[in-house]
């Protein structure tokens, strides 16, 4: 009885291994692949015409037995009858690919293939394809809508104030500075040192420091008060002289204005910095002026001016350097307050108007974004899609 037991157990064991190897998927090395659909080419939205969006079928073996594809391999070639060239590849369940390698205008023809083990299904033909250049990202829409508004503020302001005369802009501390540090250089018989940075003419913080220039002039002028700037570039001497020249003239001193104390150092960045740390430490000058674009020079200005015991005044739009200045120097001009400085005292309508409408824009673009967190916190979604496209 045992032994009958045995060899019907036997035997069941046998039929069920039949019936699992008939239902059992064969191996994945000897699959047949099946090629795979295409179903779009597009060009892609929103670039610089560089780029074909292709989305495909996958192939129906990949349902079936997933091991079996490795990867797909995206082809593409200049016309249909033509060689195609591979660009690039994507692991099997990926159904999309971006070419970025594209030329505007030219028409492309696609294949995608399914790669297996040892077989490749490549599908039809898809195209012809073109990628175009779109003149607008509509998914930066609100970086646009922000540009116009700034700039059209900036215009009307400017116009408010050629037609005003005057306009109302915040006074900043460093005006009183100014006219402290120069009378405290009189009071000591010292001259005043002023430093434009390492930037020429064409630079916005040069500018600025010319309009300060300008004024800090007039103070020297009207006291009697030497005023020694030594140079890094020969246009700002030239620019620097003819402003120093027309502030004497304001005051009605033309013959105290002294060409030869406006004079070009060197182009050379720490041969400049040596130059104007030898001049600090034998002339002891009473003040030093800081205005202009700085850069690894600004702490070695600032510490030697600090040993001199002068009354050090400073500002630069040049972030790096502010942490410097801020530290040892009696007066800093932070950023943006350049740029106000100069304009405030310019007594320009372009400048003033320009920093108004620049003070306006900024208020609203705060508001937005403070109005945009308060209500995102409370589930409201409107004001971020308002400029918002994907």
């Given at each position: ?5 045995t060899i ?7 039929v069920?291994?039949?019936?699992a190897?008939?239902?059992?998927p064969?191996p ?5 692949i099946?090629?795979p ?11 610089a ?6 989305e495909w079928?996958?192939?129906?073996t990949?349902s079936l037995?997933?091991e ?8 593409r070639?200049?016309?249909p ?6 660009v690039?590849t ?9 070419d970025?390698s ?7 023809w696609?294949?995608v293939?399914?790669?297996?083990k040892?077989?490749?299904?490549p599908s039809?033909?898809?195209?012809p ?5 779109q003149w607008?990202?509509r998914?930066?829409?609100?970086v646009?809508?922000f540009?116009v ?8 302001f400017i116009?408010v104030a ?9 006074r900043?501390p460093v005006?009183d500075a100014?006219?402290?540090a120069i009378?405290?250089a009189?009071e ?12 020429d ?14 004024r ?5 002028a009207t006291y009697?008060?030497?005023?020694d700037i030594?140079?890094?570039w020969p ?10 020249k027309?502030s004497?003239l304001r ?11 406006i004079?070009y ?10 130059g ?7 002339d002891r000058?009473?003040?030093?002026f800081?205005l202009g ?16 015991g002068?009354?050090?005044i400073a500002?630069?739009a040049e972030?790096d ?16 307050e350049?740029y106000a400085?100069g304009a405030?005292?310019s007594?320009d ?6 920093i ?5 824009a900024?208020?609203?673009f705060?508001?937005?974004i ?5 209500l995102?916190l409370?589930g409201?979604?409107?004001?971020e899609?308002l400029l918002?496209i994907?």
């Amino acid at each position: 009885m045992r032994r009958t037991l045995t060899i019907g157990a036997v035997a069941v064991m046998l039929v069920i291994g039949h019936a699992a190897a008939a239902i059992a998927p064969p191996p994945a090395d000897s699959v047949t692949i099946l090629p795979p659909r295409i179903l779009s080419l597009k060009d892609t939205p929103n670039d610089a015409g560089t780029s074909i969006d292709i989305e495909w079928e996958p192939s129906p073996t990949e349902s079936l037995i997933p091991e079996a594809i490795i990867e797909y391999q995206i082809l593409r070639a200049p016309a249909p009858d033509s060689v195609f060239e591979q660009v690039g590849t994507v692991p099997p369940g990926t159904t999309k690919y971006s070419d970025g390698s594209t030329i505007p205008g030219k028409p492309y023809w696609y294949k995608v293939v399914a790669v297996g083990k040892t077989h490749e299904a490549p599908s039809e033909v898809a195209g012809p394809a073109k990628s175009l250049m779109q003149w607008f990202d509509r998914r930066r829409i609100g970086v646009l809508v922000f540009v116009v508004l700034t700039c059209t503020l900036v215009i009307v302001f400017i116009e408010v104030a050629k037609k005003k005369g005057k306009m109302f802009l915040r006074r900043l501390p460093v005006f009183d500075a100014i006219d402290e540090a120069i009378g405290r250089a009189t009071e000591m018989g010292r001259k005043v040192l002023y430093i434009m940075g390492q930037m020429d003419v064409d630079d916005p913080q040069t500018v600025a420091s010319m309009s300060i220039l300008a004024r800090v002039a007039e103070r020297t002028a009207t006291y009697g008060t030497r005023l020694d700037i030594p140079c890094v570039w020969p246009m700002a001497m030239s620019m620097a002289r003819e402003t120093v020249k027309e502030s004497y003239l304001r005051v009605g001193k033309p013959d105290e204005y002294r060409e030869n104390d406006i004079y070009y150092m060197t182009s050379d960045q720490f041969g400049y910095v040596a130059g104007v740390d030898g001049i600090m430490m034998r002339d002891r000058p009473a003040a030093n002026f800081y205005l202009g674009s700085f850069f690894a020079e600004s702490l070695i200005f600032a510490e030697t001016g600090y040993t001199t015991g002068a009354i050090q005044i400073a500002g630069t739009a040049e972030v790096d350097q502010l942490p410097f200045f801020v530290v040892a120097c009696d007066y800093t001009l932070i950023g943006e307050e350049l740029y106000a400085a100069g304009a405030s005292l310019s007594g320009d309508p372009i400048q003033i108007g320009s920093i108004r409408g620049q003070d306006v824009a900024k208020a609203i673009f705060f508001f937005y974004i403070v109005a945009g967190v308060v209500l995102k916190l409370v589930g409201i979604d409107w004001l971020e899609i308002l400029l918002r496209i994907d």
